[in-house]
Nanobody, 120 residues
């Protein structure tokens, strides 16, 4: 399984970024997918998840600002991030879910993430 996250960068507070994740080595359409992030000195946390059927959940801290979506034809999952705040600064990772929950243990091996820095 290969998961390649991209689209990170430096953005000012209030700005937007769109992250992309290209997946290979899995039957993408059958997998639930998630975006996680890990800020310096903090644990990796779930930001947003989307099931194979399109059900979506978000962390409370990003509700109303972030939107997760998927394109099964492209084996890709996206994270549109609006109204970014300095506390959104982190490395963002995508992953495929194999367990029954939405914790880190329910997901597979981690690929390289993409760094998002929100700063003026």
């Amino acid at each position: 399984v290969q998961l390649q996250a991209s689209g990170g960068g430096l953005v000012q507070p209030g700005g937007s970024l769109r992250l992309s994740c290209a997946a290979s080595g899995i039957v993408f359409s059958r997998n639930d997918m998630g975006w996680f992030r890990q800020a310096p000195g903090k644990q990796r946390e779930l930001v947003a998840g989307i099931t194979s059927g399109g059900l979506i959940n978000y962390a409370d801290s990003v509700k109303g600002r972030f939107t997760i979506s998927r394109d099964n034809a492209k084996n890709a999952v996206y994270l549109q991030m609006n109204s970014l705040k300095p506390e959104d600064t982190a490395i963002y990772y995508c992953n495929a879910r194999y367990g029954s929950g939405w914790s880190r243990a329910d997901f597979g091996s981690w690929g390289q993430g993409t760094l998002v820095t929100v700063s003026s």
